[in-house]
Nanobody, 120 residues
Framework: QVQLVESGGGLVQAGGSLRLSCAASGDIVSFNFVSWYRQAPGNQRELVASITRGGNIYYATFAKGRFTISRDNAKNTGYLEMNSLKPEDSAVYYC??????????????WGQGTQVTVSP
């Protein structure tokens, strides 16, 4: 009944930028903690960044200074701005959110992922 849809991935050259979006839909009361993960072929899924509803932010070491996580609570949407992209950033990027629904249930929701490919 709740779903997350990522968008904004694509192919860019090294040094370029992408802005990923994560839109939540459903009977949502509160769009809470939002995280971005990524997974490259042969690698484990790793946390990229997270943001609480109040705006507290965490970045993985590789993301500091290059990536910016943000959110629009009114739109139930999270964002990940990625700058100075490197080939090693190539991966499928996933959005994850803890969501309170109108039936009082909480859901730890995941999107299907969006591919980011950075060419040398």
């Amino acid at each position: 009944q709740v779903q997350l849809v990522e968008s904004g991935g694509g192919l860019v050259q090294a040094g370029g930028s992408l802005r990923l979006s994560c839109a939540a839909s459903g009977d949502i009361v509160s769009f809470n903690f939002v995280s971005w993960y990524r997974q490259a072929p042969g690698n484990q899924r790793e946390l990229v960044a997270s943001i609480t509803r109040g705006g507290n932010i965490y970045y993985a070491t590789f993301a500091k200074g290059r990536f910016t996580i943000s959110r629009d609570n009114a739109k139930n949407t999270g964002y990940l701005e990625m700058n100075s992209l490197k080939p090693e950033d190539s991966a499928v990027y996933y959005c994850n959110s803890h969501i309170l629904m109108s039936n009082t249930m909480t859901v730890d929701a995941w999107g299907q992922g969006t591919q980011v490919t950075v060419s040398p």
